[in-house]
């Protein structure tokens, strides 16, 4: 095991050179190969599940003595259950098509010359990420699926179980034949390594940065290798004049209380002030009740009056805590500019009982995830039947949104003739 006290250059080299060579090996794997080692690792999460606990337990007492909040310490919490839906998750993909070597768009050209498109793996994938287990399980069997070779660098706060993670996916992969080195941990918290690793363009094919805007804004000013960004999670519900007060309120709580510390949980509320006097009594009741601080504008504050002033700067946070900025809006267009200028593209959605109105929502809000009647929470691979997600990108090249199988890889044209040559 490479220590932290390891030469960033060589180590980013060493790992750079093996998940080049196991790329190659990879990306011509039959769809069986990969799918027994995804097979074979999904019964092993749920097999050796206290070997995954016991580390886990580690990086839990590490962050508690570090003062984290609660919020961050439920992502990097794990359990039996959410080990239970790791596997699960591996399995969806495992059940998923191979887009690998799928010809898409086979069309005859006037000369005789059949021209299509061939899916083919991205090369050599460095996933930097913060917090949550789960996303080097998500990653790992992504990138299997898709033939890619991941370098995966977690948050030093995961690092056990992180370690351990990666451990069984190796462990799957040799056992199915398939290359260890296909998936590969940065064994240092060392941001050296993670710097070196970004500027190994010709080796690293693909940076994914997933975690706070800080760690998103240092990669993409630092790397020289094309990076596909997902900066922060400001997700808004705009409740609209028209909405069922029931519906709004319940979909509201869900997308900030039933796990606040993702990146699609709702962290602005608009609500029109036609509906405020009959939704926020009962909505802020149960927020109060679930350890929510409201902060808004006077117009909330004069309905709830223990809500804390909000600022300028509330309207662009992303909190990942039991924290909510609510505005009062005077009609359809105020939410969507609110939307467009504080807004990240991340998830956005609207309660209404007016079709027109969700149908303008849709068209006017250009977030990678538009959402009418349901909850933020569900911009999420696993819950839109991607399997699972490598991330949720808010650049518009190449992906945008959820990056699930077909997201990872690109297309090269195939050109099939019976001896054309160019005049």
């Known amino acids: 095991m490479i220590t932290e006290t390891a030469d960033a250059q060589a180590l980013a080299a060493q790992l750079a050179t093996a998940a080049r060579a196991a790329a ?63 596997a699960e998750g591996v399995r969806q993909v495992v059940a ?34 913060e917090s949550r287990p789960n996303v080097t399980i998500d990653a790992g069997a992504l990138c299997v699926k898709s033939g890619n070779a991941p370098i995966l660098k977690g948050g030093r706060e995961a690092f056990h179980t992180n370690g351990v993670l990666v451990e069984m996916m190796r462990e799957a992969l040799a056992a199915a034949g398939l290359p260890a080195d296909a998936v590969q941990a940065v064994a240092t918290s060392d941001r050296a390594v993670m710097t070196e690793l970004i500027r190994r363009d010709g080796e690293v094919d693909l940076v994914i940065p997933r ?18 960004q997902h900066y922060k999670g400001v997700c808004h519900v705009f409740v609209d004049e028209s909405a069922d007060v029931t519906m709004a309120a319940d979909i509201a709580f869900n997308a900030k209380v039933q796990r606040p510390g993702v990146c699609n949980a709702m962290e602005t509320l608009l609500v029109h002030r036609a509906v405020a ?57 105020t939410a969507v500019e609110h939307i467009r200028k504080y807004g990240s593209g991340h998830t956005d ?49 190449h992906a945008y949104g959820p990056m699930g199988l077909q997201e990872l890889t690109t297309k090269k044209f195939v050109v099939m003739g019976s001896g054309q040559v160019r005049k």
């Open 24 to 86: 190659g090996r990879l990306a011509s794997a039959t769809s069986a190969d990969k799918d027994h080692a995804l097979g074979l690792l999904a019964d092993q999460l749920v097999r050796e599940q206290e070997r995954i606990l016991t580390a886990n337990a580690l990086d839990l007492e590490a962050a508690e003595a570090a003062g984290t909040s609660g919020a961050l310490l439920d992502r990097l919490r794990l359990t039996p259950e959410r080990i239970a839906a790791m």
């Open 96 to 129: 998923l098509p191979d887009p690998v070597g799928v010809i898409e768009g086979m069309a005859r050209r006037p000369n005789g010359l059949l021209v299509g498109r061939m899916r083919i793996p991205l090369g050599v994938i460095c996933i930097i990420y």
């Open 211 to 228: 975690g706070g805007e800080g760690l998103i804004r240092y990669v993409t000013q630092n790397a020289t290798v094309p990076v596909i």
């Open 277 to 333: 006097p009959r939704l926020i009594p009962e909505l802020f009741t149960r927020y109060k009740a679930a350890g929510v601080e409201l902060r808004g504008d006077a117009r909330v504050r004069a309905l709830w009056p223990e809500a804390v002033a909000a600022t300028e700067e509330d309207w662009s946070a992303e909190y990942l805590d039991l924290i909510l900025a609510v505005r009062l809006v005077d009609d359809f267009g």
């Open 349 to 397: 959605a609207i309660v209404t009982n007016d079709y027109q109105a969700s149908q303008r929502f849709i068209a006017e809000v250009g977030s990678s995830c538009v959402v009418v009647n349901a909850s933020t929470r569900f911009n999420d691979g696993f819950e839109l039947g991607l399997g699972a997600e490598i991330g949720i990108s808010t650049s518009r090249l």
